[in-house]
T-cell receptor, first 114, second 112 residues
Framework: NAGVTQTPKFRILKIGQSMTLQCAQD?????MYWYRQDPGMGLKLIYY???????DKGEVPNGYNVSRSTTEDFPLRLELAAPSQTSVYFC?????????????FGSGTQLSVL | GENVEQHPSTLSVQEGDSAVIKCTYS??????FPWYKQELGKRPQLIID?????GEKKDQQIAVTLNKTAKHFSLHITETQPEDSAVYFC???????????FGKGNQVVVIP
């Protein structure tokens, strides 16, 4: 199993541009999550999904959108990128949900908005 | 909502000594408390977790203790090695158990 795969690893955007961060897992996990990690600020939940076709907002959803058309994929869309969205983004997945057993994290996407 | 705080923010220890990181949480309904380790430039990985019906759990050189009355839990690392240098995140479950609230992380530096 490849686990949780995120692409791209690095990206630089100009203010106002849009992009999609890709996340795929091959472990047949129902639960998937998007976090952002700012220096010294821990992990903040952007969006999550408990299964295909179901998505919910986390702590910091503004400026982002997600979709979950399949169990495997959970892309994160940034519309009209802003400097405040400069961060490291982690996708994660789990069998029973974050509060029941461990999350498997992807390797992260370093995004800079200039 | 749940608020998770970690102390201290940075901890330096001599190799072979023990390190203790404490987290406090605010929601008495939280029932699952994991610890994740993140090495520099790497992804977070679960190292140990504890549920609210248990007071202590050990796994080799690491242990976690939970005090539900005081609403705090701690990570204990014994006989630290340089490879234990990392940022350690604690977390607590939120209502519905689909999400976690993470602390801001503790930087642990093991000095050879």
């Amino acid at each position: 199993n490849a686990g949780v795969t995120q692409t791209p690893k690095f990206r630089i955007l100009k203010i106002g541009q849009s992009m999609t961060l890709q996340c795929a897992q091959d472990m047949n996990h129902n639960y998937m999550y998007w976090y952002r990690q700012d220096p010294g600020m821990g992990l903040k939940l952007i969006y999550y999904s408990v299964g295909a076709g179901i998505t919910d907002k986390g702590e910091v959803p503004n400026g982002y959108n997600v979709s979950r058309s399949t169990t495997e994929d959970f892309p994160l869309r940034l519309e009209l990128a802003a400097p405040s969205q400069t961060s490291v983004y982690f996708c994660a997945s789990g069998v029973k949900g974050a509060a029941n057993e461990k999350l498997f994290f992807g390797s992260g996407t370093q995004l800079s908005v200039l | 909502g749940e608020n998770v705080e970690q102390h201290p923010s940075t901890l330096s220890v001599q190799e072979g000594d023990s390190a203790v990181i404490k987290c406090t949480y605010s929601d008495s309904a939280s029932n699952y408390f994991p610890w994740y380790k993140q090495e520099l430039g790497k992804r977070p990985q679960l190292i140990i977790d504890i549920r609210s019906n248990v007071g202590e759990k050990k796994d080799q050189q690491i242990a976690v203790t939970l005090n539900k009355t005081a609403k705090h839990f701690s990570l204990h690392i014994t006989e630290t090695q340089p490879e234990d240098s990392a940022v350690y995140f604690c977390a607590a479950s939120l209502e519905g158990n689909n999400r976690l609230a993470f602390g801001k992380g503790n930087q642990v530096v093991v000095i050879p």
